[in-house]
């Protein structure tokens, strides 16, 4: 088990996962290509650095990582899952066993892919989703359709296909990537527009024919940050993961850091916020450890106690006790002060979900 996973190879993810790793942290880092640096010709406002490629600063940051003892993974995570108690995060990543973590750090880059179809962005939220998980409920016994051909695509049709009446994975034209096994429909076919009245009743071909579907479900491309932070039920602005000063999301044990958070799109914040990430990982793991120690020490020694040992209670009052306490008050401020942050930043000054 891992005490971080990093998702993202750019310079948000590489930041958390070589300050992570170096303060002692096991850290797996998996990233499916160069991000937003890949496409960046020459790069001339960084400090220390003029006229670099970004392709050349990627594989520096990649090849820093590994020096610092960070596990590299290449592939693509399609999903994100915790299990009930919230302790223990789980990606499923392309190619890969699933690798699980007691924290993550979303740093995958910019935006989600939206294909410029006509109805698509009319039809949000009154049957165009962008998360099965979250959505798929609501399309019990009916038609759907996702929007996709690769990897993450199936992923979201797998998840559909226990609910649904029917999935058919539309790819727009484009060829499929991977094997859509049975019964998932394929229909390779050009995309006209998302059709309905109030809500979607189907999708129309370039060719005239009308695929009949009560849902979309976008999943073009890779899931991105926000879409993987969605599934956990984290606050979402504006296609942006919504974080406080520290990166910590609404989610407990969830960072986000860099491009898929609000703000500048550029290296020095995405490094800096990476770093942020990897720091407050730190401070949270040793603070769970202290909490899981003293309060272990105390249900041993309480125990023992019990079992008729002799047990030095004063002593133990003096040492474990405090600690317990002052532990658990500063969890419970530390993480009503941070839900309440977040509150007031997603739903505005003094508007509470109402
Ligand atoms: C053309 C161009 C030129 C630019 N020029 C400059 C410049 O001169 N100066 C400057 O400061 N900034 C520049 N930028 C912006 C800068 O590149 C970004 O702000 C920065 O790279 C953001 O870092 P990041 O780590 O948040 O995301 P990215 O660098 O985009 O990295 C995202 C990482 O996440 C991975 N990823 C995403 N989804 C998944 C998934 N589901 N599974 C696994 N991995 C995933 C990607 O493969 C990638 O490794 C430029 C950007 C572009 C596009």
Same mark, same amino acid.
């Given at each position: !088990?891992?005490?971080?996973?990093?998702?993202?190879?750019? *310079?948000?993810?590489?930041?958390?996962?070589?300050?992570?790793?170096?303060?002692?942290?096991?850290?797996?880092?998996?990233?499916?290509?160069?991000?937003?640096?890949?496409?960046?010709?020459?790069?001339?406002?960084?400090?220390?650095?003029?006229?670099?490629?970004?392709?050349?600063?990627?594989?520096? /940051?990649? +090849?820093?990582?590994?020096?610092?003892?960070?596990?590299m993974v290449q592939g693509e995570v399609v999903k994100l899952s915790q299990d009930e108690a919230g302790a223990v995060f789980a990606a499923d990543i392309t190619g890969t066993a $699933?690798? $699980?973590? &007691?924290?993550?750090?979303?740093?995958?880059?910019?935006?989600?892919?939206?294909? *410029?179809?006509?109805?698509?962005?009319?039809?949000? &939220?009154?049957?165009?989703?962008?998360?099965?998980?979250? =959505?798929?409920?609501?399309?019990?016994?009916?038609?759907?359709?996702?929007?996709?051909? /690769?990897?993450?695509?199936?992923?979201?049709? $797998?998840?559909?296909? *226990?609910?649904?009446?029917?999935?058919?994975?539309?790819?727009?034209?484009?060829? *499929?990537?991977?094997?859509?096994?049975?019964?998932?429909?394929?229909?390779?076919?050009?995309?006209?527009?998302?059709?309905?009245?109030?809500?979607?009743? /189907?999708?129309?071909?370039?060719?005239?024919?009308?695929?009949?579907?009560?849902?979309?479900?976008?999943?073009?491309?890779?899931?991105?940050?926000?879409?993987?932070? !969605?599934?956990?039920?984290?606050?979402?602005? =504006?296609?942006?993961?919504?974080?406080?000063?520290?990166?910590?999301?609404?989610?407990?044990?969830?960072?986000?850091? /860099?491009?898929?958070?609000?703000?500048?799109? $550029?290296?020095?914040?995405?490094?800096?916020?990476? !770093?942020?990430?990897? !720091?407050?990982n730190v401070g949270n793991f040793f603070f769970q450890l202290l909490f899981v120690a003293s309060g272990g020490n105390l249900l041993v020694q309480s125990t023992l106690y019990g079992l008729g040992y002799e047990v030095e209670l004063a002593?133990?009052?003096?040492?474990?006790?405090?600690?317990?306490?002052? +532990?658990?008050?500063?969890?419970?401020?530390?993480?009503?002060?941070?839900?309440?942050?977040?509150?007031?930043?997603?739903?505005?000054?003094?508007?509470?979900?109402?």
């Amino acid at each position: !088990m891992n005490d971080v996973l990093v998702i993202g190879g750019g *310079p948000a993810g590489v930041s958390a996962a070589v300050y992570a790793a170096r303060a002692g942290l096991t850290v797996t880092l998996v990233y499916k290509d160069g991000g937003a640096l890949a496409k960046a010709e020459r790069v001339d406002n960084y400090y220390g650095l003029y006229s670099t490629s970004g392709t050349d600063m990627f594989d520096k /940051g990649i +090849a820093q990582a590994q020096a610092v003892g960070v596990t590299m993974v290449q592939g693509e995570v399609v999903k994100l899952s915790q299990d009930e108690a919230g302790a223990v995060f789980a990606a499923d990543i392309t190619g890969t066993a $699933q690798v $699980q973590a &007691r924290a993550v750090v979303l740093a995958t880059g910019s935006a989600r892919a939206v294909p *410029p179809i006509e109805g698509l962005a009319a039809f949000e &939220r009154k049957g165009v989703s962008y998360c099965a998980v979250c =959505d798929g409920f609501f399309f019990r016994g009916k038609d759907v359709a996702v929007l996709g051909n /690769g990897a993450y695509a199936l992923s979201e049709a $797998q998840e559909l296909l *226990p609910l649904a009446g029917s999935v058919t994975v539309l790819t727009n034209g484009a060829e *499929p990537i991977v094997d859509f096994p049975d019964p998932i429909k394929i229909v390779t076919d050009k995309i006209q527009a998302v059709t309905g009245e109030k809500t979607v009743a /189907g999708v129309t071909l370039e060719s005239g024919e009308t695929i009949a579907a009560a849902g979309v479900f976008v999943a073009v491309g890779t899931a991105g940050g926000s879409q993987l932070a !969605m599934k956990l039920g984290a606050f979402i602005n =504006d296609e942006s993961v919504v974080t406080d000063d520290h990166g910590r999301t609404s989610i407990a044990g969830l960072w986000a850091a /860099g491009d898929c958070t609000a703000g500048v799109k $550029q290296i020095a914040r995405a490094v800096q916020e990476g !770093m942020a990430a990897g !720091m407050e990982n730190v401070g949270n793991f040793f603070f769970q450890l202290l909490f899981v120690a003293s309060g272990g020490n105390l249900l041993v020694q309480s125990t023992l106690y019990g079992l008729g040992y002799e047990v030095e209670l004063a002593d133990l009052a003096i040492t474990v006790l405090p600690v317990s306490i002052v +532990a658990l008050l500063w969890a419970t401020t530390y993480y009503y002060l941070k839900d309440r942050r977040l509150r007031k930043k997603y739903y505005g000054d003094g508007k509470e979900e109402s």
